[in-house]
């Protein structure tokens, strides 16, 4: 019997578009958790890092705003989500009939039963082995362009259907999307990322 009045600690939730990776475009409620010590120096969210600062918030209260909302895609991201054990919200939002995604750094074994692993590493804390097997898209934020190479190290530990994406850390878009661009005319098996919905304005 599911525990609906387990918690997480939720940092902010919202129904918007998820604005990059494979789902760009999608209607998606968000379900952003605290807490992270993965570090990024570019992290654009770092008031998400102390998990005591947000608050511990229950299944069943998760489940409500997002049925509230009428969405049928739920984000799980952070953060970094794989933190917890996700398994009780996950089946949750299954018995709702949602279709679920997870977007992690894989610095954690993540634990649940995703219908999507986004897996977006991080050089300042390696994803763990399993993150790679698990992984249904490998998203890399492109902050310097040692990166292309630092992506492409690790795309033989990845299923063969994983989809490969490059997405250019916003702050530098201007600077390394012709590079970018490039990159991808050269090397098909990637895809570009943006994050759109910095361009849209919406969260
Ligand atoms: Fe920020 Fe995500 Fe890096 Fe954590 S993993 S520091 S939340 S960018």
Redesign the pocket.
Known sequence: MMDSSYTYPLMEHFYTIQGEGVHSGRAAYFLRLGG?D???VW?D??E??DTLKHPETSVEQLVKFVLESGADFVVIT???PAMYDLNTLVDALHEHHLYVAIET?GAYEVQGDLDWFCLSP?K?KMPVESAYASADEFKVVIYHPSDFQWAEDQIGKLRPDCQLLIQPEWSKTEQLLPKIIEYVKNNPKWRISLQTHKFMNIP
Request: charged residues 20%; positive net charge.
């Open positions: 992270c993965v570090g990024c992290c969210v770092k998400s890092w952070g953060g970094e750094s991080k300042f």
